[in-house]
């Protein structure tokens, strides 16, 4: 390890200390606030809340700010806040220690992890882990000892000692794990990977892995909490049904559905038995017909455990639902709302506009509800029992928003689609991609899925769609409004601000732009010579405007050429190809778009490996 020069004392792992000794000491980075200029008070900021957690004593939160890069201290009585404190960009998610003096917020863009000191009315930076890919999640240990993070872009959790910063556990979890959570007795820690759709469990007593289930055609895993009792483990996401994109099949609930996975936690066996011999999960559907829930996201228990909220961003609601009453059902569950709870009040379907995430319950006062509204840059405070919105909590934002803003509130509103059923965000996930396949008119035809291309610089590399078809970007947003969302017509306004937004949509600083230095420029000099690569995806978008016959067939589709995607941001993407046929891009090299296909050399498999890195890296 060694120093970087940037002002302050710090020390950083280097790509190769952490490929080789995966239990060093990660850096630490001292901070004070007084380094770091704040946004306290100021207005013109959007603060975006995308987490929050609660402090012990019932009456103050945190909330990490995702466009702000801050994070909040917040009086839930007095309704103020009583300190904000940059930390980095895009925080993404907040733990705090079971004591309630010490937090920590992961910092999304910076690829690192800010630990934070409380005291009553002040927070102060006290250190910094760096060089973590994409970290989400994070939990911390029942004594406090022990942090963990889900890395997302290292497809991993791993486990910090707060004292020595070192990195004490590492586990696979693949694909994207965002979302962490520690049972009630601390011996188990369950973690929801977003791609892949499976939710694992570790013990934490042993450090081994206690089980892994798949959620069947589960995507967006979002919530995750342990019921009271820890006997199960509950996680929202959304289930892709595999029928065209028309808008009788959005009715019906023929093309994604919102529910909730019950999967038992004790009960279990082992990893090593055959799956026939695996449990069985529990769902509930949460659609009504008409009125379906769109992008449900965060999911705590209340009262005592009799009550269970789920927030929904896309519709902009918070669900209540009478635990007692909730009628789990072994496999599928169906299209919509059983309709027991229907009844007699055992779901409630309270508005709160803007878009709702992140919903805890105040210890020592269960009946109160805090949400973390991003769209609203404020904090609401609900009253579960009586079903009413008690207290607004404004962070600070801008007198009016800005074109871009609305845009992002048009992205994200599920309202945009027949029925609401789902948002732009829902597929095109933060922006990016959910990596699954969708059959859509987008290609004026039915019968050939697509996958759901990444939207990171889509301003920027036009023509648009796989086919390179659509030349105008107001007129593809109005298409995919009309003909994929089947929503209502949006004015000229709204589009125009959909594509403000769009605008702002760029690819994420890579985690390790300088890993593996050597082979990548090896493997640049391949994609400038031997493989030809540069032909059609020339820097510095690494695509070009035209459209092209890459030697992968007809789709089906009436159109037979090919635009190149983009290629800056392909290490945070896959699967590749136009219907997702390739699930590395070793494969993608080796058996579907070999350089030998398209005009230029066969490469052997050293060429291939140095070829891929310097694609990572872009």
């Known amino acids: 390890m060694g120093r970087r020069a940037c002002g302050k004392l710090a020390w950083r792992f280097c790509a190769r200390c952490l490929a080789r000794k995966p239990f060093c000491i990660l850096a630490m980075i001292g901070l004070t606030a007084g380094a770091m200029r704040s946004h306290e008070n100021d207005a013109g900021v959007q603060r975006s809340p995308i987490d929050l957690v609660i402090l012990p004593d019932g009456k103050r939160a945190l909330t990490a700010n995702h466009t702000a890069g801050s994070v909040s201290l917040i009086d839930l009585d007095a309704g103020t806040v009583l300190h904000e404190l940059p930390v980095g960009k895009k925080p993404s998610a907040l733990a705090r220690s079971p004591d309630g003096r010490r937090a920590a917020v992961s910092n999304l863009w910076s690829h690192s992890?800010?630990?934070l000191e409380l005291a009553n009315t002040r927070l102060k930076v006290i250190g910094r882990i760096e060089s973590v890919a994409f970290p989400r999640g994070l939990a911390f240990s029942r004594d406090g000892a022990t942090l963990y993070a889900a890395l997302a872009g290292d497809d991993e959790v791993v486990g910090i000692d707060w004292s020595s910063r070192a990195l004490v556990k590492r586990w696979p979890a693949p694909r994207e794990p965002r979302q962490l959570?520690?049972?009630?007795?601390?011996?188990?820690?369950a973690a929801a990977s977003t791609r892949s759709g499976q939710v694992r469990c570790w013990d934490l007593d042993t450090g081994k892995p206690h089980w892994e289930r798949s959620i069947v055609d589960g995507f967006n895993l979002r919530g995750l909490a342990f019921t009271p009792d820890?006997?199960?483990?509950?996680?929202?996401h959304i289930v892709r049904r595999e029928f065209p994109v028309t808008k009788d099949n959005i009715e019906q609930g023929w093309v994604v559905d919102s529910r909730v996975t019950r999967l038992a936690v004790r009960e279990l066996p082992s990893l090593t038995l055959p799956a026939r011999q695996a449990p069985v999960s529990w769902q509930i559907a949460l659609d009504v017909h008409g009125q379906a829930v769109g992008d449900p996201h965060g999911l705590a228990w209340g009262h005592a455990g009799?009550?269970?909220a789920i927030t929904a961003g896309g519709t902009h609601e918070l669900l209540l639902l009478d635990a007692a009453a909730i009628p789990w059902m072994a496999g599928d569950p169906g299209d919509f709302l059983d309709p027991r709870l229907q009844k007699n009040n055992r779901l409630r379907r309270l508005a709160l506009g803007g878009r709702p995430l992140t919903v805890a319950f105040a210890p020592k006062r269960p009946h109160l509800a805090v949400v973390a509204n991003y769209l609203l840059d404020a904090v609401q405070v609900v009253d579960a029992l009586a079903g009413r919105v008690v207290k607004t909590i404004n962070l600070g934002k801008p007198t009016r928003p800005s074109a871009a803003r609305r845009g992002e509130a048009i992205f994200h509103d599920a309202r945009r689609s027949h029925h609401?059923?789902?948002?732009?965000?829902t597929c095109h996930v933060d922006g990016h991609t959910c990596g699954l396949n969708f059959d859509t008119l987008n290609d004026d035809s039915y019968g050939n899925p697509k996958l759901t291309p990444s939207l990171h610089n889509v301003a920027r590399t036009g023509p648009w769609t796989w086919h390179g078809i659509q030349q105008n970007l107001k007129a593809a947003v109005h298409k995919s409004l009309t003909q994929t969302m089947f929503g209502p017509e949006p004015s000229r306004e709204d589009i125009a601000d959909v594509v403000a937004f769009l605008e702002t949509l760029t690819p994420p600083p890579h985690p390790r732009p300088a890993a593996r230095a050597a082979a990548v420029r090896?493997?640049?000099e391949l994609f400038r010579g031997k493989a030809g690569c540069v032909r059609c995806h020339r820097p510095p978008l690494y695509t070009s405007p035209g459209n092209y016959d890459v030697k992968l067939g007809s789709d089906g589709s009436p159109h037979t050429l090919w635009n190149p995607p983009s290629l800056l941001g392909l290490y945070n993407r896959g699967p590749?190809?136009?219907?997702?046929?390739?699930?590395?891009?070793?494969?993608?090299?080796?058996?579907?778009?070999?350089?030998?296909s398209l005009r230029g050399d066969a490469l052997h498999d050293k060429e291939r490996s140095d070829l891929i890195a310097f694609l990572r890296s872009l």
């Open 181 to 189: 959570a520690l049972s009630h007795d601390g011996r188990l820690l």
């Open 306 to 308: 009799k009550v269970l």
């Open 420 to 425: 609401q059923w789902f948002s732009c965000h």
């Open 230 to 236: 820890d006997r199960f483990v509950l996680c929202t």
């Open 522 to 524: 090896r493997g640049e």
């Open 576 to 596: 590749y190809l136009h219907d997702g046929r390739a699930r590395t891009l070793d494969e993608l090299l080796r058996r579907h778009h070999t350089p030998e």
């Open 113 to 115: 992890i800010s630990l």
